[in-house]
């Protein structure tokens, strides 16, 4: 069978890369892609959400965020901690949030990822996924396991670099407004869309997933509400 002849399944994901569940919701996600290996082709495109669209500048202590915004305690927040840690550690992922680990404001991230989706437009993607993809999670690691700022905008250039962009159209970008309207006018069509948390996905235009789930749970609905459907 060749892969023209593999169905395609169109997936958009609205997520933040602040989000700690959106890194652990695309690592599940992957392992049900590659369930239908051969069987289903996926082709994803990220879509902007910003948990904290009025974070300033210098971001905020993470452990105070989450107490404040949540309503918790300092030995909730920590335990809540540890267990993304270890989900995201049995999917090969490293969350290192020390002492010095801090929320950032994403809109700037945002507009990269704008970018590298323009990128793939012009350049279509044959797999799964592409440079948008990869620029997704190079900024997860970077914040995540690496608590750099990616607020800052050198370190996006380095991010974006290390994605495979081109650093100079990077800071290009980061200098100006560019994309600015592309991701404030994306945000609201989610929300318009009733999109009040993330991750949320939706496959095949249609069918919306929210949250981490299980890969066992995007695996039965691909099954039995789009394969079955479209059989």
Request: net charge negative.
């Amino acid at each position: 069978m060749t892969d023209t002849a593999i169905p395609r399944l169109d997936v958009d994901i609205v997520s933040d890369v602040m989000c700690p569940w959106c890194i652990i919701g695309w690592l599940r996600f992957e392992q049900a892609m590659a369930h239908f290996a051969g069987r289903l082709a996926f082709r994803v495109r990220w879509h902007p959400f910003e948990l904290n669209p009025d974070m300033p500048p210098e971001g905020e202590d993470a452990a105070s965020h989450v107490m404040r915004k949540y309503g918790i305690s300092a030995e909730q927040s920590r335990a809540s901690s540890e267990r993304l840690a270890g989900v995201a550690a049995e999917l090969g992922f490293v969350f290192n949030r020390g002492p010095a680990f801090r929320m950032r404001n994403s809109f700037d991230a945002h507009r990269l990822l704008a970018w590298a989706a323009a990128c793939e437009a012009v350049e279509p993607v044959g797999a799964a996924t592409g440079v948008q993809t990869a620029l997704k999670l190079a900024l997860f690691r970077a914040h995540f396991t690496d608590n750099r700022d990616v607020g800052d905008p050198q370190v996006l250039v380095d991010v974006a670099a290390s994605a495979g962009l081109d650093p100079a159209r990077a800071a290009t970008i980061l200098a100006s407004d560019a994309y600015a309207e592309e991701v404030r006018a994306e945000e609201a069509y989610w929300a318009d869309n009733n999109i009040t948390g993330v991750p949320a996905f939706i496959l095949g235009g249609r069918m919306l997933i929210p949250g981490a789930q299980d890969p066992e749970v995007f695996v039965r609905i691909i099954e039995n509400k789009l394969l079955t459907a479209a059989a």
